[in-house]
């Protein structure tokens, strides 16, 4: 147990060293965009955000199936933690977005399809964690947020693909994005360093995450067992 704790915590030390120093080539290494200038640093940490959130949601999704598939209680951890964390990935998406829109569009919201998509894939998983912290009883939570949690992810395909189905505002992609779209491969050196750093710290999150869900259903799991033993043992009589 001491040897995993500390295998896991310089993990995380290895991976705020990865993010430090992707930090300080985004602003100092990487070549300043000619169109868009610094403002563009924005997209390294804004699109690899992007990816991994939807990677989280399809970890969730994934997780959710499992559970209506085997009603193992471990699936729900894993959907649960997995949300948690893509949402807070998707919020940096929705913070830095128009952070760089300002400069560049001259606005910093517009209803886009794919703007407008990202916000409800943010509300729609404020939902589902709001749906699990109403909901008591441990099976039925798991059960209906398992399939509200396979709804809230297909707007995750809607939202990739808007952009390549109709014409937007939104940048067309640079990753993927055919032969006209591309970046200088000092770019793509940075944005693999940052997207390598991020997915780090994603997953050393969601394994923290679901190791205090596991926790907190064997607390409940233990405070059910002493309950009942309390019940079925009978009052002593007070001798005088």
Same mark, same amino acid.
């Given at each position: 147990m001491k040897r995993n704790a500390v295998a896991w915590g310089l993990a995380w030390l290895a991976t705020a060293v990865v993010l430090a120093l992707a930090g300080y080539v985004i602003f100092f290494v990487a070549p300043r965009e000619l169109t868009m200038g610094d403002i563009q640093r924005i997209f390294y940490f804004h699109a *690899? *955000?992007? =990816?991994?959130?939807? #990677?989280?949601?399809? $970890?969730?999704f994934l997780g959710c199936v499992g559970f209506l598939a085997s009603r193992q209680p471990r699936w729900d951890w894993m959907?649960?933690?997995? !949300? %948690?964390?893509?949402?807070? #990935?998707?919020?940096?998406?929705?913070?830095?977005?128009?952070? +760089?829109?300002?400069?560049v569009w001259g606005v910093w919201w517009t209803w886009d399809p794919r703007l407008t998509l990202q916000f409800v894939l943010e509300l729609l998983?404020?939902?589902y964690l709001l749906l699990r912290v109403l909901m008591i009883e441990p099976d039925r939570r798991a059960m209906i947020s398992g399939v509200f949690g396979i709804f809230a992810?297909? &707007?995750?395909?809607?939202?990739? #693909?808007? $952009?390549? +189905?109709?014409?937007?505002?939104?940048?067309?992609?640079?990753?993927?994005?055919?032969?006209?779209a591309g970046m200088d491969p000092r770019m793509w050196q940075v944005f693999l360093l940052a997207s390598i750093g991020l997915l780090a710290l994603l997953v050393? =999150?969601?394994? &923290?995450?679901? /190791?205090?869900? %596991?926790? /907190? +259903?064997?607390?409940? %799991? =233990?405070? !059910? @067992?002493? %309950?009942?033993? @309390?019940?079925?043992? @009978?009052?002593? @009589?007070?001798? /005088?």
């Open positions: *690899s *955000s992007g =990816m991994l959130a939807d #990677f989280a949601f399809f $970890i969730s959907a649960v933690a997995a !949300a %948690e964390v893509g949402l807070a #990935f998707n919020t940096v998406v929705l913070i830095t977005g128009p952070i +760089w829109a300002k400069p998983y404020v939902a992810f297909l &707007d995750v395909p809607l939202s990739y #693909f808007s $952009i390549r +189905w109709w014409r937007t505002l939104h940048p067309q992609p640079v990753i993927g994005g055919g032969p006209n050393l =999150m969601i394994r &923290d995450r679901y /190791r205090l869900e %596991e926790a /907190r +259903w064997e607390l409940a %799991e =233990m405070t !059910a @067992e002493f %309950e009942a033993n @309390e019940q079925t043992v @009978e009052p002593k @009589e007070v001798s /005088r």
